[in-house]
């Protein structure tokens, strides 16, 4: 069957007016005008978090956020691509922390000025409870924090919208470190596997792997399930 | 009776043995305390500015999280309990306001938006304000070990008596934690300075100034013969706790003495043992004059 025509719409890229198909993600709909990534595009798939971008609907005062490969365009929408939040990146030796507030007040001191506003919350694209895993944080629940953020994909939204200027996926990021390596710890599958690895079990399937042609790896990948 | 319970960010941090004494004394009086399933900072100070709409939100939304509890069910009391004496001030001065200040509330819920409204349900009560309700003859009742011969001073600090309409008690002439001890039979200490500041936050910045406060307070219960001082702020058990460090290096002749929650008192008199009263937590350690006193 024939596909219908997709019906065109009108979306502002930076204030730029473009004719569209109404039925293409936000990064489709751009690439269709034209638009090439260089930044602010990765997986495609909604799940590397690299295409945060900001917009907002025709007769609405709000401003929302999305991964541009996931939302669809609406008619009249205004557009534009946060491909990078400025966040320091703070280095610490995960071995040598302690899983409490403490540790979260010492590398992020500013989320103690969370106001609990809930507008990280509202700007997630991946739905996430965002001022609750600060607040969790905040209050040393290590486990509540890893477990409400481990959606997070760090598209960096809720750092842009958030007043009191805290990096939310910063918080999150080292809330699930501190939960595996203290709360969790580490199993004994991870550490089998890694002696098997270490004692070089591997190493003659990896170099067979290296020695095959393009078609029979890729053969060998795409059924590499049912071969388990 | 099932209450919702607020712990606030400190009683879940530095003062984990005012949350589990908390918890575990009042189970033991029937109290089945039950934690507020989401809830975030109270907002602390910058709440208490009037005309700081912003830091309004965070206690609102807490009270907003009360009533969600009595609609789901899992408390079928309005009345949320607070430990931490700024939370317990903090909630329930941003509770009055919002029931008066309109202004403030429409503010507040155009922010919000599509987030469940406040209805202003929620009433703020302190745990000492539910002992005093069930009675301390039923606290009496519950004691196994009682606190003889131990001479307790009651601390009340300033969150929980100011301002007068909001205090747990009477501002001047508090007794509240004086008759709770008295149920607990302890000797209760009395002294002139029991509701004079500890130097709350200037601790952080100005640590001389929280030492040279602390130290008044401290010497007054001493010269008084007393034992140990009780308190229900988890600031002024810092302050007059772990600052005597502080204070011994201002004034040498200091002799340091026990700073304890009063829901440490109930636990040992209720005798739950270490695992409810977690006396090891307190600095200085409280349990020498315990074990002297055969308490412990």
Redesign the interface.
């Known amino acids: 069957m024939e596909k219908n025509e997709s019906e065109m719409i009108t979306i502002y890229v930076m204030g730029k007016k473009h004719l569209v198909p109404a039925d293409l993600t936000i990064m489709k709909a751009m690439e269709y005008a034209g638009h090439q990534f260089k930044r602010g595009a990765g997986c495609r798939g909604g799940f590397c978090g690299a295409c945060a971008t900001i917009y907002r609907t025709k007769g609405s005062y709000k401003l929302q956020g999305a991964l541009a490969c996931q939302k669809i365009v609406e008619d009249g929408m205004y557009i534009a691509q946060i491909p990078f939040s400025p966040a320091e990146k703070k280095t610490y030796d995960v071995r040598e922390l302690r899983p409490?507030?403490?540790t979260f007040l010492e590398y992020y001191p500013e989320i103690a000025r969370?106001?609990?506003?809930?507008t990280c919350t509202k700007s997630c694209p991946q739905d996430i409870?965002v001022?609750?895993y600060v607040?969790a944080a905040?209050?040393?629940?290590v486990e509540e924090a890893a477990k409400l953020s481990f959606d997070c994909l760090s598209c960096g939204l809720c750092a842009v919208r958030c007043?009191a200027e805290i990096v939310p996926y910063n918080i999150a990021q080292l809330a699930r470190r501190l939960y595996s390596r203290y709360i969790v710890g580490p199993t004994e599958h991870v550490l089998k596997r890694v002696e098997e690895v270490e004692a070089g079990e591997f190493d003659e399937g990896i170099e067979e792997l290296k020695g095959m042609e393009r078609e029979t790896l890729q053969h060998r990948y795409e059924t590499r399930e049912k071969r388990l | 009776m099932k209450l919702p319970y607020y712990p606030g960010c400190t009683l879940k941090t530095t003062a984990k043995s005012f949350d589990v004494s908390t918890v575990a004394t009042a189970w033991a009086l029937g109290i089945e305390l039950v934690e507020l399933p989401r809830w975030n900072c109270c907002g602390t100070v910058h709440a208490l500015a009037k005309d700081d709409v912003m830091h309004y939100l965070a206690p609102i939304r807490n009270l907003v999280r009360v009533e969600q509890m009595n609609d789901e069910g899992l408390v079928d009391d309005n009345r949320v309990v607070t430990q931490c004496a700024m939370c317990y001030n903090t909630l329930k001065r941003a509770n009055q306001s919002a029931k008066e200040d309109l202004e403030k509330m429409t503010k507040i819920r155009d922010f919000m938006e599509k987030e469940p409204n406040y209805r202003g349900s929620a009433e703020v009560v302190h745990m000492l304000e539910i002992l005093k309700k069930i009675g301390f003859e039923k606290v009496s009742d519950r004691v196994e070990k009682p606190l003889s011969g131990l001479r307790v001073a009651p601390y009340y600090g300033c969150l929980l008596l100011r301002p007068r309409e909001f205090g747990i008690d009477d501002s001047d002439k508090p007794s509240v934690m004086e008759d709770l001890l008295g149920a607990l039979g302890a000797e209760v200490v009395d002294i002139p300075f029991k509701s004079k500041c500890c130097g709350a936050y200037h601790t952080v910045q100005m640590k001389e100034v929280a030492a040279d406060l602390s130290h008044r307070i401290l010497s007054q219960a001493a010269e008084a013969g007393a034992d140990l001082v009780a308190t229900a702020c988890p600031l002024c058990e810092y302050n007059l706790g772990d600052r005597q460090k502080e204070i011994k290096k201002i004034f040498r002749e200091f002799e340091s003495i026990p700073v304890v929650y009063y829901t440490q008192l109930m636990a040992l008199a209720f005798g739950q043992g270490e695992e409810a009263t977690m006396f090891g937590e307190n600095d200085p350690d409280p349990r020498p004059i315990l074990k002297e006193g055969g308490l412990i």
Do not use: K
């Open positions: 409490d507030a403490s969370c106001l609990s506003c809930n409870q001022m609750d607040q905040l209050r040393g629940d007043p």
